[in-house]
Nanobody, 130 residues
């Protein structure tokens, strides 16, 4: 069973930076598509970035050039570095995973694709004060 645990986040002033991380209890981690979503109060959960573990990474336009995803397959860790944060980035940030063999046609390869299959972490709060 896949288990994801996020950490990091917090509160920062507009223009600042934060990092969120996710540790996944999957083996091998490299066979999993990993990503980050966020959900602001009253809004749906939206995808920000996905990386398939084979070199393909896609970003939402809203965070492209400001956010950077990275993964350490040796430590089963996924990290999202967030720079130039704006109040509109305030949300709960969720780590997501799906086995790559099951993820064809899904959010893993097209952020607008269906969010299945997917496993979620518990989420971590990011607050940007303007």
């Amino acid at each position: 069973q896949v288990h994801l645990v996020e950490s990091g986040g917090g509160t920062v002033q507009s223009g600042g930076s934060l990092r969120v991380s996710c540790v996944a209890s999957v083996t091998p981690f490299s066979t999993y598509c990993m990503g980050w979503f966020r959900q602001a109060p009253g809004n749906e959960r939206v995808p920000l970035v996905a990386t398939d573990g084979e070199g393909r990474t896609i970003y939402a336009d809203s965070v492209k050039d400001r956010f950077t995803i990275s993964r350490d397959n040796g430590k089963n860790t996924l990290t999202l570095q967030m720079n130039s944060l704006e109040p509109e980035d305030t949300a709960m940030y969720y780590c997501a995973a799906a086995h790559r063999l099951l993820a064809a046609g899904s959010w893993c390869y097209d952020l607008a694709g269906p969010k299945v299959p997917i496993v979620w972490g518990q989420g971590v709060q990011v607050t940007v004060q303007g």
